[in-house]
């Protein structure tokens, strides 16, 4: 018990000191207050920071979104009119691809880009909306900017930086590579975007409280403000590192909120945001207008500390005058009230523990995910959301934002419902990802603010919608192909009433869709439809089975067609019949086109028919041309080689028995008219064999260098006798080749003889060289070069023609056939090579020709080298080596007998005649033959008979037999070796050949030299 003289003394001990406490407690708090004010005003506005930025950003993604969906769309899969670029339109004319161009128009409508274009892989325009834009582009590539480069390496959408247009508003170019089926990019879709939403958002009711807003690129240079000018070096010494007048620093995320003071001595808060792409956001506000704001808190925080310390003072002394009056109805009143207390507290926790279990019931229950939001942030899920975001606990969804859950298109605190005025928000599309694998999945969100233990927090319901969407997708994409179907397309109810038709059918009928719906197809009848193609048609349905057929019908102006349908029913999902689908094509051009066709198809027949007759008729024709040719050239070579051989071996004999000079002379005279007689008629048979197709190549192994020698000695004395020079200039050949020397000779003597003959002074230059080669074969080039008088263009193109001469007068100075080069042109094509000449009137003429060459090893070439080394003289070797050898001579013309058996007469062989193939196989049968000359024409048996009785005989198969004979075609050889033959001399003959095919074919006789 206190006493009534000491109650002042108890109040003054309780109030005195409270009252110190306050004003030492004052003076010590004064700049912490403030500074803790301004830390908590600061705190307070990050959060309108933060969706500030997130509303500018969202801007920006929201022409990315739209850029996404539009590439998406099969119009944007493939360049179709590219080969229609025009360099000076920058692209390609604008009535050229419109789907493309409508989906331009359209994303073009939504009001976030200014232009649009699609490019090429390679960076060309294709196309820009709107068009007026394109025609006045200046660069029509875009492959050097830095964002096509980008997206173009990253194979993702790419933002150019920031740049101020023609109309001087600022805008960002984007580029987003479309990609094919394969994976490569088709084209690149992108567009200008205008920056004119980032000012709205910085107008200056949407920043307030702040007093001023500033938004820059990464490059710190303007893209918007808030309309007044902002102090750009202001903003740089709030937030440079280690500036003087910086007071403090605070970072929450991505915001940065600095202090400081302008160049007048201003005071200013300042709010930096960084946003994803790099971009700055600056809000500032005054020191002035914070203090005034925060001139309440701290009153506030006084006040609350005053209360703190004096509320308890004067209690403790009001308590401690009348505690000894009130303790003991105090100690009551307390009892009681703690009683009922306790009775309200257990009350209210049992019903909020009723509540909360409901609650909790139906937040764990329900089939949508729940999110419950405190501040943005996550505080609780329910196991719907986990599954739907594949999270094992709800610890891997607790504290995260909407920003990290979905890349909204608008602000999160929007979507949530914040600024909502009923506190619910419309319900919108997140586009979210799993936690645990990452997949994407679409949900619906509807939002609402709840009072939770007097908080307000926001409960977001999600619904997984990604099948919706797919399912919308795919059937948007199958009405599409419908409704562009380029056949007719009408369904119709079982009361065969039209519920929809496609453009392709008003097209075709002529019907407006309004006139359609609700009529019958019967409409469309025309009469001409037999019966029976109903009556089948309705057995088809009536058994639900699928109907083809063609109807006949008439269009809405009265126009006759005929379709090609299929109508099939189209079953509900309990199997029953509702709806009847028919697709139809208008197959009337179809069908004039067949019918033409028919009747062209059947004129056709009765023409290839005649015409087939005909060729017949020619080719029979020609193949009897051809076979009298054949037998005219074989029996004219036959008949003038005969009697060249007598010419030829008759003046050997006479030069050889010994003959006067004059006679020599005369005798070398005829010889040289027998050899031209038989060039010509080499001539003539080559070319006619080159003609038919007939001439083939030898293949063994040759050395040009030697052929062009060998050639150059054979003309030798003729050029030297017109007294000129003939040189050789043969490069060496790095290879072993192989080829038909024979040709190549022959070619080189018509090019060499015709220079020489053509030549009156000066010479002739004989060149070989290589021209190019590869692993299997070497292209060869000869040159015969002369000084002769030339040849004028005009005659040079008909040169090579056959039976052809530079000078074909009848005053001509020189002779000859004019075959001589046609025949060469014709080997050198057969080599695989070409010929021609280069000439001029009065300088000379340089005639050539080339040959393709193949490759052989170098044992072939050794062996062909042997076999071409100079053998000694053939006469002399006949007679030292098979001297006494018996042979047989079989020829039916007598003076030819003669003079073969005068040629062997210095051999020393015994020779026996015989006058034709029977006297020669009885012969053969009575004597035993060292060899036997065998001539092919003979009365009574031929040449080739004869051979295959000899062989039949006993010992007949192993003498040798030669054919001596005036038939020189390939053929004819080839059926000398067939019957059995051993070699073939062709007539006129050739003594020495003859000695040589002996002493090859004779076996040595005993005792003989050698």
């Not at 060459?853 to 030292?880: I, Q, S, V, W, Y």
Request: aromatic share 6%; hydrophobic share 45%; proline share 4%.
């Amino acid at each position: 018990m206190i006493k009534p003289g000491r109650h002042w003394q108890v109040l003054a001990l309780v109030v005195v000191p409270a009252a110190l406490s306050l004003a030492l407690l004052a003076f010590l708090l004064r700049d912490a207050t403030h500074a803790w004010a301004v830390e908590h005003w600061a705190r307070d506005q990050l959060a309108f920071v933060a969706t500030l930025s997130e509303g500018i950003e969202a801007d920006i993604k929201g022409g990315e979104t739209l850029l996404r969906l539009a590439a998406d769309s099969p119009e944007f899969s493939d360049l179709r009119e590219r080969g229609r670029i025009d360099r000076r339109l920058n692209g390609i004319p604008e009535r050229l691809d419109p789907g493309k161009r409508r989906l331009l128009e359209s994303l073009r409508r939504q009001g976030a880009f200014s232009v649009l274009f699609v490019l090429t892989p390679e960076g060309d325009h294709y196309m820009s909306h709107p068009f007026p834009v394109q025609l006045g582009l200046q660069q029509y590539n875009l492959a050097d900017r830095p964002y096509f480069q980008e997206a173009r390496q990253t194979g993702r959408l790419a933002a150019s930086d920031v740049f101020i247009g023609a109309d001087g508003a600022a805008g960002i170019a984007m580029a987003l590579p479309v990609f094919d089926a394969t994976g490569a990019v088709a084209l690149y879709l992108g567009g200008v975007l205008h920056l004119h939403g980032a000012s709205r958002f910085l107008a200056p009711a949407r920043i307030a409280p702040f007093d001023r807003a500033l938004l820059v690129d990464r490059h710190g240079r303007p893209i918007g403000d808030s309309g007044d000018v902002v102090d750009e070096a202001l903003v740089h010494a709030l937030f440079a590192a280690g500036a003087g007048q910086e007071k403090f620093v605070a970072r929450r995320g991505s915001v940065v909120v600095a202090g400081g003071a302008d160049r007048n001595g201003v005071d200013w808060i300042g709010f930096r945001a960084r946003l994803d792409n790099g971009w700055r956001l600056h809000l500032l506000r005054r020191a002035d207008g914070v203090r005034q704001a925060i001139a309440p808190l701290i009153r506030k925080a006084l006040a609350l500390a005053a209360a703190i310390l004096l509320v308890p003072a004067g209690l403790g002394a009001l308590m401690a005058l009348r505690l000894r009056r009130r303790l003991r109805r105090a100690d009551e009143a307390l009892l009681q009230a703690n009683a009922d207390l306790a009775r309200r507290v257990e009350a209210r926790t049992s019903e909020l523990r009723r509540l909360e279990m409901r609650y909790r019931r139906l937040f764990e229950t329900s089939r949508d995910g729940l999110l419950l939001f405190d501040r943005d942030v996550v505080i609780d899920c329910n196991p719907a959301a986990l599954r739907m975001f594949g999270a094992e606990a709800r610890e891997r969804m607790l504290g995260r934002r909407p920003h990290e859950i979905s890349r909204v298109a608008r602000p999160a605190a929007v979507a949530l419902g914040h600024d909502a005025p009923t506190g619910e928000a419309e319900p919108v599309e997140w586009t979210c990802h799993r936690v645990d694998d990452g997949r994407p999945f679409v949900a619906e969100v509807a939002s609402s603010n709840v009072e939770i233990d007097g908080r307000v927090m926001t409960l977001a319901t999600l619904r997984d919608v990604t099948g919706q969407k797919l399912a919308a997708r795919e059937l948007c994409k199958l009405s599409l192909a419908v409704e562009q179907s380029p056949n007719s397309i009408v369904i119709t109810n079982t009361a065969a009433e039209i519920e929809y038709v496609n453009e392709a059918f008003t097209r075709i009928s002529g019907y407006a869709r309004e006139e359609l719906l609700g009529a019958n197809p019967r409409l469309l009848q025309s009469g001409e439809t037999p019966r029976a193609t109903y009556a089948s048609l309705w057995a088809a349905l009536g058994a639900g089975e699928c109907w083809h057929g063609e109807f006949v019908n008439r269009r809405r102006n009265g126009e006759i067609y005929v379709e090609s349908a299929i109508v099939a029913p189209i079953r509900q999902p309990d199997g029953a019949i509702g709806h009847y689908l028919a697709v139809k094509e208008d197959v009337t051009e179809k069908r004039r086109i067949a019918a033409e066709l028919i009747e062209h198809r059947a004129h056709l027949e009765d023409l290839v028919a005649k015409r087939t007759a005909e060729l017949a008729e020619a080719k029979r024709a020609a193949e009897a041309a051809a076979l009298a040719k054949s037998v005219f050239l074989a029996n004219m070579s036959h008949e003038i080689r005969t009697p060249l051989n007598v010419i030829t071996g008759l003046a050997y004999l006479m030069k050889r028995d010994g003959v006067t000079a004059r006679q020599a002379e005369r005798l070398a005279r005829i010889g040289d008219a027998g050899r031209l007689l038989l060039e010509l008629v080499n001539d003539i048979l080559d070319l006619s064999k080159i003609e038919a197709g007939r001439l083939t190549l030898e293949r063994i192994p040759v050395h040009p260098p030697d052929i062009a020698a060998n050639v150059v000695s054979m003309l030798f004395a003729r050029a030297k006798q017109k007294g000129l020079f003939l040189h050789l200039a043969a490069e060496a050949m790095p290879h072993r080749l192989l080829g038909d020397p024979t040709r190549i000779t022959q070619a080189l003597l018509n090019l060499v003889g015709n220079a020489v003959k053509f030549t009156e002074s000066g010479g002739v230059t004989l060149r070989v060289a290589q021209v190019e080669e590869d692993a299997g074969s070497a292209l060869l080039r000869f040159t015969v070069e002369d000084s002769g008088p030339g040849i004028d263009r005009q005659t040079q193109a008909r040169l090579f023609r056959a039976f052809e001469q530079a000078d074909g007068s009848t005053t001509r100075k020189h002779g000859g056939t004019g075959l001589g080069l046609a025949i060469v042109r014709n080997l050198a094509r057969l080599m695989d090579g070409e010929a021609g000449v280069a000439s001029e009137p009065g300088r000379g003429s340089t005639f050539w020709f080339t040959a393709r060459l193949a490759k052989g090893d170098a044992a072939a070439a050794d062996g062909a080298a042997d076999a071409e080394a100079t053998p000694a003289p053939a006469l002399a070797r006949l007679a030292e080596r098979h001297r006494g050898a018996r042979i047989l001579i079989v020829e039916d013309e007598p003076i030819n007998r003669e003079i073969a058996r005068e040629l062997l007469a210095d051999t020393g062989l015994c020779v026996d005649t015989a006058a034709d193939g029977q006297e020669a196989v009885h012969l053969a049968g009575r004597h035993r033959y060292a060899a036997i000359l065998m001539d092919m024409q003979m009365p009574h048996m031929d040449g080739l008979q004869a051979t295959r009785e000899i062989r039949r005989q006993p010992g007949g198969e192993g003498i040798p037999i030669v054919a001596m004979t005036a038939n020189a075609f390939a053929e004819d050889r080839s059926a000398c070796f067939a019957a059995g033959m051993n070699a073939f001399l062709s007539k006129p003959v050739n003594p020495d050949e003859l000695f040589l095919t002996l002493s090859k074919v004779l076996a040595p006789q005993p005792g003989a030299a050698g």
